[in-house]
């Protein structure tokens, strides 16, 4: 199924189809449209869908933080479609991406409630740096993860 997926920039036409998947997938504080609409203005490189066919499975939105950083905004699939390797290509485009631009060290926020997100991401290489109290809209905390696409001197006490 996989090799059948295909990856590629979101345009303003696909916005109703990634605000499904993010209602879907975060259904107590989904971002909104206008959000969505200034990150593809702002970000539009870094947004990215998953695909097959006119299907559109799941996305995937970063960012340059800070001028060194590659966050990761938000990363979703339909939830029929998980663990399918689809939020895997995502995570691998973006991250080639990033490091295509001299980027050398990518981040998230994660809540601390969603055990499968975390393991899904520690698979890929990211660690725990962090705990975020009060982070989230009902007061739920997260963890900032990072993962280092190439060498990178961190000291520890760099805020990432």
Do not use: W
């Amino acid at each position: 199924m996989s090799e059948d997926i295909i990856i590629e920039e979101a345009k303003e036409r696909d916005l109703e189809a990634i605000m499904e998947i993010e209602k879907l997938s975060f259904p107590s504080y989904p971002y909104s449209l206008d959000f969505f609409k200034t990150l593809l203005k702002d970000c539009g490189r870094y947004f990215l869908l998953s695909k097959i066919g006119n299907t559109i499975l799941g996305y995937i939105c970063g960012r340059i933080f800070r001028g060194e950083l590659g966050e990761i905004v938000s990363i979703a699939v339909i939830p029929n479609f998980r663990r399918r390797g689809i939020g895997r290509k995502l995570m691998f485009e973006l991250e080639s991406r990033f490091k295509n631009d001299g980027i050398k060290v990518t981040r998230l926020e994660v809540s601390v409630k969603n055990v499968d997100a975390i393991k899904f991401y520690e698979a890929l290489g990211y660690e725990i740096i962090q705990l975020i109290r009060n982070y989230y809209p009902d007061g739920s905390d997260a963890f900032i993860m990072i993962k280092f696409l190439e060498e990178y001197n961190y000291d520890g006490k760099t805020e990432i």
